[in-house]
T-cell receptor, first 111, second 113 residues
Framework: DAKTTQPTSMDCAEGRAANLPCNHS???????VYWYRQIHSQGPQYIIH???NNETNEMASLIITEDRKSSTLILPHATLRDTAVYYC????????????FGKGTLLTVNP | DTAVSQTPKYLVTQMGNDKSIKCEQN?????MYWYKQDSKKFLKIMFS???????INETVPNRFSPKSPDKAHLNLHINSLELGDSAVYFC????????????FGSGTQLSVL
């Protein structure tokens, strides 16, 4: 699976949009981009995933560049409860897959 | 109802002891996992079971033995505990072996003294 690069940490003001970048320049055609987050002392939580089209759900939006070498997770109106480590993961399809977590980005939402 | 539940939440024990962590999921998923998160917060897969069959074993010491009595349960038994086993262990499940979403439990913090 392709490696990802994320900033170590980011800050965001409460109520503003949080834009979390991820580089995955070695991504191949059949690899998906996944985002998970881990709030302190909790298990990781799935947020969203996509292949090449932009995706939106009740939690966030995922913007994938046309060359698929990078993506951005957008939390449209960040709240204090969105403070967490956000993981960008790239993985291929298939039945015996595994998710490989990197270091992620610590997003701190400030009041 | 908790989707993926682990017990106990905290486990403190002495070196050399044997302990078990239990995991149950009520989502009807076919695949279950154990992940380990060390003190540096790296989250690494240990095992994956699909319909009670082992499909992933990430070079984990054989002191760790997962057991899946049915597809809703995946327990982790650890023999001869060592200091380096101290970590948070997360159980997870997904609909199929290639399921898009993993659902994680809240973790078991294991401290070996």
């Amino acid at each position: 699976d392709a490696k990802t690069t994320q900033p170590t940490s980011m800050d965001c003001a409460e109520g503003r949009a949080a834009n979390l970048p991820c580089n995955h320049s070695t991504i191949s055609g059949n690899e998906y981009v996944y985002w998970y987050r881990q709030i302190h002392s909790q298990g990781p939580q799935y947020i969203i995933h996509g292949l090449k089209n932009n995706e939106t759900n009740e939690m966030a939006s995922l913007i994938i560049t046309e060359d698929r070498k990078s993506s951005t997770l957008i939390l449209p109106h960040a709240t204090l409860r969105d403070t967490a480590v956000y993981y960008c993961i790239v993985r291929s399809g298939g039945s015996n897959y595994k998710l490989t977590f990197g270091k992620g980005t610590l997003l701190t939402v400030n009041p | 109802d908790t989707a993926v539940s682990q017990t106990p939440k905290y486990l403190v024990t002495q070196m050399g002891n044997d302990k078990s962590i239990k995991c149950e999921q009520n989502l009807g998923h076919d695949t279950m996992y154990w992940y380990k998160q060390d003190s540096k917060k790296f989250l690494k897969i240990m095992f994956s079971y699909n319909n009670k069959e082992l499909i992933i074993n990430e070079t984990v010491p054989n002191r760790f033995s997962p057991k899946s009595p049915d597809k809703a349960h995946l327990n982790l038994h650890i023999n001869s505990l060592e200091l380096g086993d101290s970590a948070v262990y997360f159980c997870a499940s997904s609909p199929q072996g290639g399921g898009e979403k993993l659902f994680f439990g809240s973790g078991t913090q294991l401290s070996v003294l």
